[in-house]
């Protein structure tokens, strides 16, 4: 058994998450929004968010290495170009746009606290762990990666 045999999946957590983010507008005040303004906000950050996540998901294919997150000591290749370039997570970078999303399209700004919880979540949960992993399996080559790309943006 390894660190992430008892993490909750990443996209599993996030539909929880937008689950709890939907049943919240029945209790919080309205944020007011307008919706042109809501759902033009939702539009760009649910592009935004595929745009991170698909291309991630295809280098990762790729290279052949595995994409599931709860299984990273399957992970053969070190994926450093592409979007990987530009973030070390751009999944969970486009999970959380997504989310954020989400939020703007339920016109309500307490929902922003969703993403922020997936962000905190994942963090703690899911990437320290990764990392840990990650550089116990591809030493100074990932230490050197991390030094040239940021966590999250």
Known sequence: MTVLDHRIPPP????????????????LPDGGLPPLLRNGAALLLLVAGVSFSLPA????????????????????????????AISRNPMYVGVTLVLCAVAFLLGNLWTLAGPIAFVAYITRFQIIPEEKLLTAKFGETYREYCRRVRRWL
């Not at 599993?12 to 209790?27: D, E, G, H, N, P």
Request: a positive charge.
């Open 57 to 84: 998901v295809r280098s990762f294919r790729r290279a052949g290495t595995t994409v599931n997150p709860v299984r990273i000591e399957n992970a053969s290749e070190l994926v450093t170009g592409g979007m990987y």
């Open 12 to 27: 599993l957590l996030a539909l929880v998450i937008a689950l709890l983010m939907w049943l919240s507008t029945r209790w």
